[in-house]
């Protein structure tokens, strides 16, 4: 077990040298409250029935959260976005072709301040960058996705300089930890079902195919192939080591979170996520 942690942290710090951006800024959170705004099919009940509860509170969305209504009518602070199909000129799944474009047409209409986060290799790219330019709204923050791993003492100093986190195989944990950096103290989740593996089966073709769903769909949803890096037919034991990393990751973002003093309360009924306290609001 030591011998594993010394070699990882070895390889954390080549990472440090070669892939992770130094200096990055982050301004103090005004408020003490956020809510991170997960794309799960439990979040439409939720905003529903506790719209209230996020009145004084700094809301987080990710991912397509403003292909919905709701983003105008909630004005989130913070948006976030790692996968590179939401940047990335190379994309090329027919689900993100059609999506992206109105995607960053919604997010060029914000006409509130709001801080976007995407990975620093999303410079690279300009087909996002035409939509929101002349938008003044818009704060661009880049960040280190980098994956870091080792010895505790050495991932937290990492953590707290944001030069990488744990493995970001969901757009919730880079969430967590730019709303640690950003020095909230209570940080709730909304919308993180993390169903998905009650979801998966695989075809007579032998294609694992995931009925992936979100708050915003209209009408059911069919299951589709999983895409991973422009691979729109990931074999299962790919699948489920994604997600394997992720529920992992939560428990790393746990010991974390409890050495700065900060709780992160899940609220969302049913999910799957098993490394963060429960505390649900009344029906």
Same mark, same amino acid.
């Given at each position: 077990?030591?011998v594993t942690?010394?070699?990882k ?6 990472? /440090? ?8 800024s982050?301004?103090?959170?005004e #408020?003490?409250?956020a ?7 439990? /979040? #439409? /009940?939720? /905003? ?49 072709l059609? #999506? ?12 509130w ?20 330019? #002349?938008?003044?709204?818009?704060k661009?923050?880049? @960040?280190?996705?980098?994956?870091? *791993?080792?010895?505790a ?6 953590f707290?300089k ?11 944990? !880079?969430?967590?930890?730019?709303a640690?950096?950003?020095?909230? %103290? ?48 990931a !074999? ?16 790393? %973002? ?9 709780? @992160? ?13 429960? *505390?649900?609001?009344?029906?």
């Amino acid at each position: 077990m030591w011998v594993t942690k010394l070699l990882k942290t070895i390889q954390s710090l080549f990472k /440090l040298v070669f892939l992770t951006r130094h200096n990055l800024s982050f301004a103090v959170a005004e #408020k003490t409250d956020a809510v991170i705004l997960g794309n799960g099919p439990s /979040l #439409k /009940l939720m /905003l529903e029935k506790h719209h209230d509860f996020l009145v004084d509170k700094e809301l987080f969305a990710v991912n397509y959260f403003a292909l919905s209504n709701a983003y105008f009518e909630l004005q989130p602070r913070h948006y976030v976005m790692i996968d590179f199909k939401f940047y990335n000129d190379n994309a090329n799944d027919i689900d993100t072709l059609e #999506k992206r474009p109105v995607l960053w047409e919604n997010i060029a209409a914000t006409r509130w301040p709001i801080q976007l986060y995407l990975p620093f290799d999303a410079q690279k790219h300009t087909q996002w960058k035409k939509h929101i330019e #002349k938008n003044s709204n818009i704060k661009i923050r880049y @960040i280190n996705v980098t994956a870091i *791993e080792g010895f505790a003492g050495f991932r937290n100093w990492c953590f707290s300089k944001m030069l990488g986190m744990p493995r970001p195989h969901n757009v919730v944990i !880079p969430s967590l930890m730019i709303a640690m950096r950003l020095q909230f %103290i209570n940080i709730y989740l909304w919308g993180v079902d993390h169903s998905w593996l009650s979801q998966i089966h695989v075809d007579d073709n032998n294609v694992a195919m995931v009925n992936n769903q979100h708050f915003y769909d209209s009408g059911n949803t069919k299951p589709g192939k999983y895409i991973l890096k422009n691979n729109p037919a990931a !074999p299962l034991h790919t699948i489920l080591y994604s997600m394997m990393t992720a529920f992992e990751s939560y428990f790393i %973002i746990k010991s974390y979170s409890q050495k700065r003093g900060v709780r @992160i309360i899940n609220q969302t009924r049913g999910s799957m996520i098993d490394a963060f306290e429960r *505390e649900y609001l009344s029906e």
